[in-house]
Nanobody
């Protein structure tokens, strides 16, 4: 499975962006999907995850109520809708996939990583 993240950009505080993570390979439909972010000099952190069926989601407290993760099985894509963005959301965002839910949430030996997409929120 290969993952390709897109949709990043520059947005003003309070604005919105939608990130997309397009996957190649049929096995992604049986893989949990997630989004993570990293700021230079800091560790990569968990943002949101969605289970392989698309029926269960989990969010970091810092984004709960503002971000929504979803997936489109027909397009083999996982999305991250980000609203009410703040400068603290500025980071490189990465999508990932793993067959084990716990491994995805804890970034433990994650099966698949996509290249990052930069999100910059100006004040």
């Amino acid at each position: 499975v290969q993952l390709q993240a897109s949709g990043g950009g520059l947005v003003q505080a309070g604005g919105s962006l939608r990130l997309s993570c397009a996957a190649s390979g049929r096995t992604f439909s049986s893989t949990h999907g997630g989004w993570f972010r990293q700021v230079p000099g800091k560790e990569r952190e968990f943002v949101a995850a969605i289970n392989y069926r698309g029926g269960g989601t989990y969010y970091a407290d810092s984004v709960k109520g503002r971000f929504t993760i979803s997936r489109d099985f027909a397009k083999n894509t996982v999305y991250l809708e980000m609203n009410s963005l703040t400068p603290e959301d500025t980071a490189v965002y990465y999508c990932a996939g793993d067959r084990v839910w716990g491994q995805l949430l804890t970034m433990t030996a994650v099966d698949y990583w996509g290249k990052g997409t930069q999100v910059t929120v100006s004040s």
